[in-house]
């Protein structure tokens, strides 16, 4: 079956008569930053316009102009100020706080400082799509989304009360995930106006996710600790956890380089900002993280705030400096799961072995 992108913003949103959708895109600061794939996620975020437009016209809502912004240069950074719409420069926020619906189609994820607009505005949500690919209307966006909240929903009530999660990986190496004092969070593709919970999400979605305790309670530092591998170009890094931070970066060659790099620009990002279950039955393995967290198990470092944590963009050195990036241990990915358990009490319930799910 053709895919048909005005049933599935219909599916998806459910937007009603007097609502104000804003499609938006990020556009690169320098030409060479620019490829092919930005380029056509620009001219399909107005193809996403133009079928809000039709849709519009049918159920009595209005759509905005296609409003472009200069591009952040990292995942979960501040949006700029302005932006355009057409030929006429806007303030972002004055659009965003004017419109009950945003849709991001955009190279760095804007979900981070979407998720702050949800809190200043009531009839505001979100959907955020970073690094979204066409091809994916025949793979995680095709996929039966009811079988996709019932994941979730089992995923969820699975990690609703537990204390931790263990992780063995595939190299041998483990973690234990603080899970205390937390409660974890759906993103099943479903966004309708006035959704309790949650008012923004991924597309493709499908996942639950928890932030780990971060030791903000005095007197009750965050018990996270352990190994966690990550394989890259052929090489295997290795981060050691303590305390719900990366302390360490083993590794020898470019890779472990990078990522020491990375964490001492500001030590922030070394917060273990996310630990997620990825549950898309089409989802497909190929290096996009937007993608491939949907298939399985994957963890965030750095800003955690906008999914229940309490990292923010003010813990960072400078806004320029704020991240959050996944890592993702999917089938298909250099390192995979071997065994996760979720504790709740005495009980340790098998949530995934051999980067299967046990639980369906």
Not at 2 to 13: G, Y
Not at 183 to 209: A, C, M
Request: aromatic share 10%; glycine share 8%.
């Amino acid at each position: 079956m053709a895919f048909d992108l005005v049933k599935l913003l219909r599916d998806v949103f459910a937007p009603e008569r007097g609502e104000v959708v804003t499609v938006a895109c990020d556009v690169p600061r320098k030409p060479e930053e620019d490829h092919p794939s930005w380029a056509d996620r620009r001219a399909w975020a107005e193809e996403w316009r133009q079928a809000f437009l039709q849709l519009g016209a049918q159920l009595g809502f209005a759509t905005n102009p296609l409003l472009a912004f200069p591009a952040t240069g990292a995942n979960g950074a501040p949006l700029p100020e302005l932006g355009q719409m057409g030929d006429k420069p806007v303030k972002l926020e004055e659009v965003l706080l004017g419109s009950t619906l945003a849709v991001f189609l955009t190279e760095y994820s804007a979900t981070a400082p979407l998720d702050a607009f949800t809190k200043k505005k009531q009839d505001f949500r979100a959907a955020s799509l970073p690094g979204v690919e066409r091809r994916m209307v025949h793979t995680a966006l095709a996929a039966d989304y009811r079988e996709v909240a019932r994941r979730c929903r089992l995923l969820f009530e699975a990690m609703c009360g537990a204390s931790g999660l263990e992780v063995v990986f595939s190299t041998g190496h483990s973690c234990f995930f603080d899970l205390r004092f937390r409660k974890p969070e759906v993103d099943d593709g479903f966004l309708p106006r006035n959704k309790e919970g949650d008012r923004i999400i991924n597309l493709p979605s499908g996942e639950t996710f928890i932030v780990p305790y971060e030791g903000e309670k005095p007197g009750q530092p965050s018990q996270t600790e352990g190994e966690i591998p990550w394989a890259e170009a052929g090489e295997l890094v290795v981060f050691v956890v303590k305390g719900n931070r990366i302390v360490e970066v083993r590794g020898e060659g470019s890779v472990a380089s990078r990522f020491r790099q990375v964490f001492a620009a500001d030590p922030a990002r070394t917060n273990v900002a996310e630990v997620a279950f990825g549950c898309n039955p089409n989802a497909a393995v190929t290096g996009n993280v937007l993608e491939d967290e949907k298939a399985g198990f994957h963890w965030a470092y750095g800003r955690s705030d906008h999914l229940g944590g309490s990292v923010g963009v003010a813990a960072f050195l400078s806004p320029q400096t704020v991240v959050h990036q996944d890592l993702v241990y999917a089938q298909g990915n250099p390192v995979t799961v071997a065994e996760a358990h979720v504790l709740r009490g005495s009980e340790r319930l098998l949530v995934m072995r051999n980067g299967n799910y046990t639980l369906f």
